[in-house]
């Protein structure tokens, strides 16, 4: 038994050393949205909660990772750690006018770990998505002026994020948590018109590079309505800063029939910031059998000003992102939480989820495309001799983004997740 233990510890480090690897070269998106600001932003969140559509601010489970608040640390098991992970496959139908295109991409998504560190005191860390770029696609035109224009548009990279979190329970009902995070990565995109009537081309090509800390702070009461009933209601916050990184544009000019080739460099400092972020939920749990939960987050992106460029200029501007609010709901349900007896279907989880949310950005001065979107999932037990709480969860989530007169996309998610469960941390005796 002690051997067999040993061994799946062994393998479930190595499964997440090999999934931090792979993070580091994974893609994130292909929409031509994440052009704007710092690119799509990532869900941050894991296993069960994403067949709930992404709702956590109240959940609070011992034998789950909730990343979205972290004062949920201090309620995990004290017996056992938790490694969760998991990768995602997308499918979107992109169609504007009588233009139709699809397309298809995989990556992986996260890997987080936690444990009870002593005492009403638990502790998390991992890797998480924080924003992705990655798009290229060309437009036509023609005017009098220049005949026909063809501009080329392309982008990729993304920020990610590893954090180390700690949740702290002060007192029964009270729970209060942090989550340090060190953010990174860097953004290239580029934007390419070129005349027909002319052998001289112009390329602008945008960078920047992060390197910057985040915070988020997050807090949950615990209230009992009966001996089967309980409520969490919880809330979070994040903290917004400047991200102390530069942007860089620069302008080529070639011409095809000469040797005169012109370069011109601009720069802007301190260019992006984070935003602060508000979040208030609740879930509502019934005997072990039924969780439902709901969240709202209201995130600053107006306050936020972003580089662009206008005529021979470059720099800082206001009113190109716009507060972004985000409702979500799901629920979820165990026919039966008790490991003993009944059949495999009955130890499954059942998930439903819905949600909506609003851009954080405008696009040539109008709002950007709202988001609906549904979920539905599955938690299966993987049940051996000496491991029957681990659980891999499985979910399908559609999602629209549209919007008046712009390119509306249809999304078909598939998320695949594993959550580890093994208590290290029991006494074993042999008799």
């Not at 681990?390 to 549209?402: E, F, G």
Request: glycine content about 12%; proline content about 4%.
């Amino acid at each position: 038994m002690q051997n067999k233990m040993t061994k799946t510890r062994i393998l479930g480090c190595l499964l997440m050393a090999a999934a931090v690897n792979a993070a580091w070269a994974q893609g994130g998106t292909k929409s031509p949205y994440s052009q704007f600001g710092i690119g799509e932003l990532g869900d941050r969140s894991q296993g069960m909660s994403r067949g709930m559509n992404g709702v956590g601010y109240g959940l609070r489970k011992g034998n789950v990772v909730n990343t979205l608040n972290p004062a949920s640390y201090s309620g995990v098991d004290s017996l056992t750690m938790l490694f969760d992970m998991g990768m995602k496959g997308q499918f979107t139908h992109f169609e504007e006018g009588n233009v139709k295109r699809n397309a298809s991409m995989a990556s992986f998504e996260y890997v987080v770990g936690s444990f009870r560190a002593w005492k009403n005191v638990g502790v998390s860390f991992g890797l998480l998505p924080f924003s992705a770029v990655g798009y290229e696609y060309s437009t036509t035109s023609r005017n009098a002026e220049v005949g026909g224009l063809t501009e080329t548009y392309q982008g990729s990279g993304g920020l990610h994020e590893v954090f180390l979190g700690v949740g702290w329970r002060p007192l029964k009902p009270l729970s209060i948590g942090v989550n340090a995070g060190y953010l990174w990565g860097s953004i290239d995109r580029s934007a390419t018109p070129q005349p027909d009537n002319t052998t001289s081309s112009l390329r602008r090509n945008y960078s920047t590079s992060v390197t910057s800390y985040k915070l988020d702070f997050g807090v949950q009461w615990v209230q009992p309505l009966g001996r089967l009933d309980r409520l969490t209601i919880g809330g979070v916050f994040g903290l917004g800063h400047n991200l102390n990184n530069s942007a860089k544009m620069s302008i080529m000019t070639t011409d095809q029939l000469s040797t005169n080739n012109d370069t011109t460099t601009f720069s802007v400092a301190d260019a992006y910031e984070l935003p602060m972020t508000f979040g208030v939920g609740a879930a509502y749990e019934h005997a072990g059998k039924i969780t439902a939960a709901a969240d709202f987050t209201l995130e600053k992106w107006g306050d936020v000003k972003i580089p662009a460029y206008t005529t021979n200029s470059y720099e800082k501007q206001g009113g190109l992102l716009k507060d972004r609010m985000k409702l979500s709901a799901g629920i979820d349900w165990l026919p039966n939480p008790n490991p003993v007896g009944g059949s495999f279907l009955q130890h499954v989880h059942y998930r439903l989820g819905a949600g909506y949310a609003t851009p954080y950005y405008k696009i040539n001065g109008q709002e950007g495309p709202k988001e609906i979107s549904v979920s539905a999932g599955f938690g299966i037990p993987i049940a051996n001799v000496y491991n029957n709480r681990s659980v891999v969860n499985i979910s399908a989530q559609w999602v629209r983004s549209s919007a008046s007169g712009f390119v509306t996309e249809n999304s078909l998610r598939i998320n695949v997740g594993v959550t580890f469960n093994e208590r290290w941390f029991m006494k074993w005796k042999v008799d």
